[in-house]
Nanobody, 122 residues
């Protein structure tokens, strides 16, 4: 059983910063591509940032230059540093990852965290 647990959300004023963490636990062989998604009220869930196992990153245009995704493979943890936050960044942020539970390719599956609320006040 693999679990992803997010933390670090909260209420912040516009222009402020937050750092989200996503810790993976359970029977983990390797973390592959990991990502952060967000879903605002009444909107579809959108991909915010991804990071591959090699460390390659990609971001949605609206957060480029403000958000940074990183990972610590030794801790099975992925981070999202969010700077210069805007009210439109308000959403529930979800961690997502492709994780293998053993050395076989067939053991890879996609997992989701439960989400953490980020609220940016104007």
């Amino acid at each position: 059983q693999v679990q992803l647990v997010e933390s670090g959300g909260g209420l912040v004023q516009a222009g402020g910063s937050l750092r989200l963490s996503c810790a993976a636990s359970g029977s983990i062989f390797s973390l592959n591509t990991m990502g952060w998604y967000r879903q605002a009220p009444g909107k579809q869930r959108e991909l915010v940032a991804v990071i591959t196992s090699a460390g390659t990153t990609n971001y949605v245009d609206s957060v480029k230059g403000r958000f940074t995704i990183s990972r610590d493979n030794a801790k099975n943890t992925v981070y999202l540093q969010m700077n210069s936050l805007k009210p439109e960044d308000t959403a529930v942020y979800y961690c997502n990852g492709r994780i293998r539970t053993d050395w076989t390719l067939g053991s890879e599956a996609m997992y989701w965290g439960q989400g953490t609320q980020v609220t940016v006040s104007s």
